[in-house]
Nanobody, 123 residues
Framework: QVQLVELGGGLVQAGGSLRPACAAF????????MGWFRKAPGKEREFVAS????????AYADSVEGRFTISRDNAKNTMYLQMNSLKPEDTAVYYC????????????????WGQGTQVTVSS
């Protein structure tokens, strides 16, 4: 069992940056692929980014490619999402996820979810 806690959401102006983090507790963090999803009001939950257990593989949604960077520090059991050049359409609740696999292989299927952190981008 893995427990995930997101930290570091908030309110920022368009063009600004945020760096939410996800702290993992429980089983061996380094053995899990990790990811971020988001859900905006009135929209379906969508994939944002993923990272393999070693950090060697990453993937991004087209909407955030080039602006967001996912990373992880296995020694600290923590994953990060550096978000730059934020846009109002990035406003959503961001969820941290973990999969019982070294990589999600594009399937975007995850086994554990955090409670979410709100990110609001004002225009």
């Amino acid at each position: 069992q893995v427990q995930l806690v997101e930290l570091g959401g908030g309110l920022v102006q368009a063009g600004g940056s945020l760096r939410p983090a996800c702290a993992a507790f429980g089983r061996t963090f380094s053995m899990y692929a990790m990811g971020w999803f988001r859900k905006a009001p009135g929209k379906e939950r969508e994939f944002v980014a993923s990272i393999s257990w070693t950090g060697g593989n990453t993937a991004y949604a087209d909407s955030v490619e080039g602006r967001f960077t996912i990373s992880r520090d296995n020694a600290k059991n923590t994953m990060y999402l550096q978000m730059n050049s934020l846009k109002p359409e990035d406003t959503a609740v961001y969820y941290c996820t973990a999969a019982r696999a070294p990589w999600d292989y594009g399937l975007r299927k995850y086994d554990y979810w955090g409670q979410g952190t709100q990110v609001t981008v004002s225009s």
